[in-house]
């Protein structure tokens, strides 16, 4: 694990350290800041960024850092920047990088450029800043940790740790005093016994040798003298007959070694889920109110919250896909930053029966769409369900709330949690039906 010591050294990890023990780090127009009027707000003239947490230091703007994108490091201004415009919506976040690289190109700037984040970098950098996660999969490891890591498989490796004793070269097993650790020994009893050179020259003699001089005794005993022949002829014989039917007898070959069948498989991170909702002002659910509706069943109206940040989280535990893990859920209300490949994690489509919605998505058409993707209409309790809804047949589902009444407030909203536990046990069964379980979802769509 990362320590304080290697933030001395990191931009990266100084910069998560100042954002936990929340003293933003300052831009400055010099290494080495002891002036106010060297500090600076705008980032274009700035030079450095000047940390007081975890120590007071100093990194240039220019500097590299671990993040990748692209096969390349992006530097700390990009980063930085991209931590400050973490809440804006995405059409911002690129127009806000466009003037800032204009502005670092004109006369006085301090030159170099923005790299413009992807919707899904950006939001794993962002998550990883704020501490709710402690991996990135575009994030390289610190080299003390990389270092420490091999020096402990080495040292488990050589049994010198682990718990495992360590056996030295020439000591010879079964030796009395000699102590095996027990998860050694059954690695040890999985292992296939090969045979030493006088087997391999002579061949394998038989338990019982009969005597040279005595003939009885050997037409007696000549039939259990081959026995162990016919058995080892057996074993070469069958791998003929099996490999005439390699398909009816794949899963047979395979050893079943009792002790790395034990062996636990270290857990790779999970795809996050992604859920798209409509950019439509009519749309009763948005980017300002999907999050107290899904994770706290209370419906208010999107006018009334005043978030606006295009990117959210929902944990959400599903029994019956995993039922130890929440899975994370990503929303967002529009697909431009797509790559191909994250369609496949698109597990619901929140929509008010416009189709120029789906103008920009990978299915456009709705039937195609939601035969892909479970599509989720929510409209008022006691109004039509459009018609166009209806004739996208049962790729969507429609639920209907109580309207808003003032007077009432959130008090009145008892309602509405059956409405989400609804919602949420289709989506559910959506993404069990499309192959979605512990490990994540489908390879592609």
């Known amino acids: 694990m990362a320590t304080v010591d290697s933030a001395l050294s990191d931009p990266l990890l100084s910069l998560r350290l100042s954002i936990a023990s929340n003293s933003a780090p300052i831009p400055t127009t010099s290494a080495d800041a002891t002036a106010g009027s060297e500090a600076t707000e705008n980032l274009a003239i700035a030079s450095h960024l000047q940390f007081s947490e975890p120590n007071h230091q100093s990194f240039p703007l ?3 850092t671990r993040f990748i994108s692209s096969d390349k490091p992006v530097d700390l201004r990009s980063i930085y920047f991209a931590w400050q415009k973490k809440d804006v919506a995405i059409p911002d976040y690129i127009a806000s990088a466009q003037q800032l690289n204009e502005e670092l190109s004109a006369p ?3 030159g170099g450029k923005v790299q413009n984040l992807v919707f899904v970098e950006r939001l794993d950098l962002i998550t990883w800043l704020e501490g709710a996660s ?10 003390s940790d990389t270092a420490a890591q091999a020096a402990g498989s080495a040292q488990v490796a050589s049994g010198a740790a682990g718990g495992v004793a360590a056996v030295p070269s020439g000591a010879a097993v079964g030796r009395p005093g000699k102590t095996i650790d027990p998860r050694l020994q059954e690695i040890y009893n999985g292992e296939r016994r090969m045979g030493d050179r006088n087997s391999v020259l002579r061949g394998i003699k038989p338990t019982a040798s009969p005597s040279p001089t005595s003939f009885h005794h050997l037409q007696t005993n000549s039939t259990q003298e081959f026995s162990h022949v016919r058995k080892t002829a057996e074993i070469f014989l069958g791998r003929n007959r099996r490999s005439n039917h390699p398909s009816s007898t794949a899963a047979a070959t395979i050893p079943t070694n009792p002790s790395l069948v034990a062996l636990p498989k270290k857990p790779g991170r999970r795809p996050d889920p992604i859920i798209l909702l409509s950019p439509s002002a009519s749309s009763l ?5 999907i999050k107290s509706f899904l994770d ?14 295009n990117i959210l989280h929902i944990s959400r535990l599903l029994p019956s896909i995993d039922p130890s893990r929440p899975l994370r859920f990503i929303l967002v209300d529009t697909p431009e930053q797509f790559k191909p490949d994250y369609w496949s994690r698109v597990v619901a489509v929140f929509t008010t029966g416009q189709t120029w919605q789906f103008k920009s998505y990978k299915w456009q058409s709705p039937p195609d769409l939601f035969k892909n993707v479970l599509g989720v209409y929510v409209g008022w ?4 369900i459009p018609g166009t809804v209806k004739g ?8 209907q709330v109580e309207k ?3 007077s009432q407030g959130v008090q009145g909203r008892w309602r509405d949690r059956e409405v989400v536990e609804g919602i949420w046990g289709q989506v559910e069964e959506s993404m069990r039906s499309r192959g979605w379980g512990k490990e994540g979802g489908p390879s592609g769509r």
């Open 392 to 399: 996208w047949g049962r790729g969507v589902v429609s639920a």
């Open 134 to 143: 402690e991996e990135s999969e575009y994030i390289k490891p610190l080299e």
């Open 285 to 289: 659910l948005r980017m300002s109110n």
């Open 296 to 309: 706290s069943g209370v419906y208010t109206p999107p006018d009334n919250a005043s978030t606006t940040a």
């Open 381 to 384: 309790r006691g109004e039509d």
């Open 404 to 406: 808003w009444n003032q």
């Open 108 to 110: 006085g700037g301090a």
């Open 62 to 64: 220019d500097a590299a």
